[in-house]
């Protein structure tokens, strides 16, 4: 359909590592998170918003070299 989709805002941090970030949408750990973004990139998300971009990133690298071309 040709639908673009976000998921917002995907982020995993123990309550007292939050370093400003809300609590808001937080998978409460890096392991639990990470989950939920493998997820995303095999489902082929157009926008991943989080406040760990250089974690994202590593995992986009991990995970997004499985995924093959339509």
Sequence with gaps: ???????YTLKGHAADEG?????SH???SAERVSLRWKTAI???ADFIA?????ALS???SRFGS?????
């Design 1 to 7: 359909m040709n639908l673009w989709i976000r998921f």
């Design 19 to 23: 370093h400003g970030w809300g609590a």
């Design 26 to 28: 937080n998978f409460g």
């Design 42 to 44: 095999h489902a082929r």
């Design 50 to 54: 989080t406040d760990q971009y250089e």
């Design 58 to 60: 590593a995992a986009l």
């Design 66 to 70: 499985a995924i093959t071309e339509r």
